[in-house]
């Protein structure tokens, strides 16, 4: 059987190319999408600062709710000081360093902020922490005082040279920057900025009894052992620390220590190749599905000729599923390569954005390519076997009979599922208007590409429909290459639905994808704009945070009207869904009671002014869905770990562009990397008021000074997720583009008889190109009016919800780009078949196998 199918494959190899090209994207994506969860479950950071530790302990980075998959967990969590000089007595350990970490920068002789490699938040560290590079090379002395400072080499300077350095989470008796005499250059990989351990605790608020949940604690603890002690000291820690949820890392996993938000990074990229997956194997699959269908489709009088020599219909179904798994093998080895490859660009592009550290490195394993093979082969043997299966069943003379044509009549379960398919996208596109969240947002693509296939299922019976007026209201003196097209369409409507089907998909995707990102982008925007009161932000994007004198020195300043700190975090919010429990990562702002003057939440219940203490404040969809109504208590988990119960002080109705959780100062306290993120500043508008704020943020370095509505209208902010969309629609439309011009090549080169028989009774070449050219407007008018249509709704629903009004936003241009590519795709790939078959003669071209 196999050998039989390789020999038919050899003589339908333009028929079978649809088949290795969708093969072929479809691998490249899933395999892709493969290394990018590969990597999010097993790529780890280089150690970095922390390479010489043979041993790191530090607290878990998740949180494991019951049942479900772990949530990473942003902010730093620590560890107890006092449990440094426990395992310093382990015997075999000759070091135990307990590390901190807190935001430092240096600024050089022209008062420019120097860019750290590992960023600003932890920069400033102990002087003992030099312990845990690998093979340091210091000259100098350490830190003996809280004027003195040693730095890495690449900042440039001797030692004994002075140099400014800001500590955005000083003291107000240390106002920064302060001035530090350098004591010793540290040369090493990974070496920060570094403090006497004395200093180092008092810039970081940890001494004991200094009040806060950060004092007395560390970040982390690294440990160096003796050579041989390494295994015996490794199992005593985890003896000793057994019960205190702490980590013991060696190895490779040491990086995982370096920096906190690695596991969220890990997460999200398993969360991205998930969320990814169902979108890829759902496009994939139909268009594997279309190709196949229109290759057996070709292959009708072959399997129905077997059918009349006694071919089984077992065997008609297997013959087809070994030709198709025979094309579909040789086309996954490119496409696996090119997955690959792909892979490690899509990971650029994510790094470059900031959504995962540039140092997380591509996990490059075969794990991919096996699940990308065995999906891919899986696919195709189901959809060779279904394209088959009537063909396959019916009698030997009904087979060989109905080979020359299709069926008369479409299947009545698949139009009715069809129909019911569309019903059910147009049900589901009504969420924006009951919540106005991203999930909701997103079931409108959902909604698009499930309204898609309905049309696939249900389009032969409404494009047979349709055909049958059109014929009829033909003029009788219409031309004979415009009759022959209509009558073409409504004989043949389960082959021209096969074309119509899969460039509707295109359009509807392209449509509702990118105009789904782009209003719910607007949406955002929209409320952004109009809850900030503040004209200007004050941020210092190279220190990791305000320093801590700021918010005073701005608030002097004439013409000041308002000015407060802005931060964000993540946390993980816990509530009760029919009797169980339910944790969701979500963004939270943090504010002050005095939010009010800066920023306009939309509140509808309550008041932000009692954002004191252990409270929040909660948008309007997450109050509704979870009961969190004004008064309630919420169940929090910080970014760092740490369990809080919250009493809901307001109620807002700009969630979208807000979040849907906002923290009071008090609460987040010690919980987050430290200073605020940025300062909004609400001045009486003058120019003067202005002025001196552009002063201040030029005479204090690394403070940056942006214009509120300007930075709403560039667009800047945008959110990483937007761009990882836009470039998955990217993607996806080449793949679409690339399946649909082979499908519509082989379908064309299938009718290379039908050519042959027009021209045999005197149709002219001329005449043959002007009913295809006919035909391939059709297709583009169907294709393009049907995506439209199938879009329409949901948008517009989208834009009721989101924007108040019943279009989205987007482009403009997107329409007409689409409806060009459309046509151009259609006219081309049915244009240069239809010339090459006219070019073989009519009786050669029927003598063709």
């Not at 299922?457 to 014929?471: D, E, F, M, T, V």
């Amino acid at each position: 059987m196999l050998h039989l199918a390789l020999r038919m494959a050899a003589h339908r190899i333009s028929a079978l190319l649809a088949v290795a090209c969708a093969v072929l994207g479809g691998s490249a994506l899933i395999t892709g999408t493969g290394v990018l969860a590969e990597t999010g479950l097993r790529s780890h950071l280089p150690p970095g600062r922390l390479a010489g530790a043979d041993i790191v302990v530090a607290a878990g980075q998740e949180f494991r709710p019951g049942g479900d998959l772990p949530i990473a967990l942003p902010e730093r969590a620590t560890v107890p000081a006092g449990l440094v000089a426990r395992l310093a007595t382990l015997p075999g350990v000759t070091e135990a360093v307990g590390d901190i970490g807190f935001p430092a920068a240096l600024v050089d002789a022209r008062g420019q902020v120097m860019p750290s490699a590992a960023g600003p938040q932890a920069a400033g560290h102990g002087w003992s922490s030099t312990a845990l590079l690998a093979g340091p090379h210091i000259k100098g002395r350490p830190p003996a005082g809280p004027d003195e400072v040693a730095v890495p080499a690449s900042a440039g300077v001797r030692v004994g040279d002075r140099i400014q350095v800001v500590t955005s989470a000083a003291p107000a008796a240390a106002r920064t920057p302060s001035s530090y005499r350098v004591s010793a250059v540290v040369d090493a990989p990974g070496a920060q900025v570094y403090f006497s351990d004395d200093t180092a605790i008092r810039l970081s608020w940890r001494a004991v009894g200094s009040g806060g949940p950060r004092s007395g604690t560390v970040d982390l603890i690294g440990l160096r052992t003796a050579p041989t002690a390494h295994d015996r000291v490794t199992a005593a820690v985890r003896d000793r620390i057994a019960g205190t949820g702490l980590k013991v890392l060696t190895g490779v996993d040491r990086g995982m220590a370096v920096a906190p938000g690695v596991s969220a990074a890990r997460s999200l990229l398993v969360l991205l190749a998930g969320s990814l997956a169902g979108i890829l194997l759902l496009v994939i699959g139909f268009v594997t599905a279309g190709a196949l269908g229109v290759t057996v489709a070709g292959q009708r009088r072959d399997l129905a000729l077997m059918r009349a020599v006694g071919a089984t219909p077992r065997q008609i179904r297997r013959l087809a599923a070994h030709q198709a798994t025979a094309v579909a093998a040789l086309a996954m080895v490119p496409g696996i390569a090119l997955g690959y490859l792909l892979a490690g660009r899509f990971h650029h592009v994510l790094a470059t954005r900031g959504v995962v550290p540039s140092e997380l490195p591509l996990t490059i394993g075969p794990l991919p390519a096996l699940a990308t093979a065995a999906l891919m082969l899986s696919a195709v043997q189901v959809s060779a076997r279904s394209a088959a299966r009537r063909t396959s069943r019916l009698p030997a003379t009904e087979a060989v009979a109905e080979s020359r044509s299709e069926p008369r009549e479409p299947s009545r379960v698949r139009t009715r599922t069809g129909l019911l398919l569309i019903v059910a996208a147009l049900a589901l596109s009504v969420s924006p208007l009951l919540s106005r969240t991203v999930l909701s947002a997103s079931s409108t693509s959902i909604a698009g590409i499930a309204a898609a296939i309905g049309l696939a299922l249900c389009g032969p019976a409404l494009l047979k429909g349709a055909g049958g007026p059109a014929a009829r209201r033909l003029r009788p003196g219409v031309t004979a290459p415009t009759w022959l097209a209509v009558n073409n369409i409504r004989a043949h409507a389960l082959r021209f639905s096969g074309v119509v089907t899969p460039l509707t998909m295109g359009v509807v995707f392209v449509l509702t994808y990118t105009m789904t990102q782009t209003t719910v982008l607007a949406a955002t925007r929209q409320d952004t704009r109009t809850g900030t009161l503040a004209q200007y932000r004050l941020s210092a994007p190279l220190l990791g945070g305000m320093p801590d004198d700021a918010l005073s020195a701005v608030r002097r300043l004439p013409g000041v009207r308002a000015a407060e700190p802005v931060g964000s975090t993540t946390v993980v919010w816990r509530y009760r869904v029919y009797g169980d429990t339910t944790s969701e990562s979500a963004s939270a702002t943090i504010l002050g009671p005095g939010a009010a003057g800066v920023l306009d939440l939309g509140v509808g219940q309550g008041d932000t002014a009692r954002l004191k203490g252990a409270t929040v404040a909660v948008s309007g969809e997450a109050a509704g869905e979870r009961h969190a109504g004004v008064g309630s208590r919420v169940r929090l988990v910080l970014g760092d770990g740490a369990h809080v119960t919250a009493r809901v002080v307001a109620v807002y109705d700009r969630g979208l562009g807000f979040g849907p959780l906002v923290l009071s100062q008090e609460l987040a306290a010690g919980h987050t990397s430290g200073a605020a993120r940025s300062l909004l500043v609400r001045t009486d508008g003058s120019p003067a008021a202005a002025r001196r704020l552009a002063a201040l943020a030029a005479a204090r370095p690394g403070l940056v000074l942006t214009d509120t509505a300007r930075e709403s209208a560039g667009g800047q902010g945008t959110p990483p997720e937007v761009w990882i969309n836009l470039a998955v629609v990217v993607v996806l439309l080449a793949y679409l583009l690339l399946s649909i011009a082979n499908k519509l090549v082989a379908a064309t080169a299938q009718r290379r008889m039908e050519i042959a028989a027009l021209r045999l009774v005197g149709t002219t070449p001329a005449q043959i190109r002007a009913m295809m050219r006919r035909e391939a407007t059709v297709i583009t008018a169907a294709a393009l009016g049907a995506g439209l249509v199938l879009s329409a709704v949901p948008l517009a629903l989208l834009g009721q919800g989101f924007l108040g009004r019943p279009w989205p936003a987007g482009p403009a241009w997107l329409l007409p780009v689409t409806a060009a590519v459309l046509a151009a795709t259609a006219f081309l790939t049915i244009e240069l078949p239809t010339r090459r078959a006219l070019s073989v003669p009519p009786a050669d071209a029927l003598r063709a196998p």
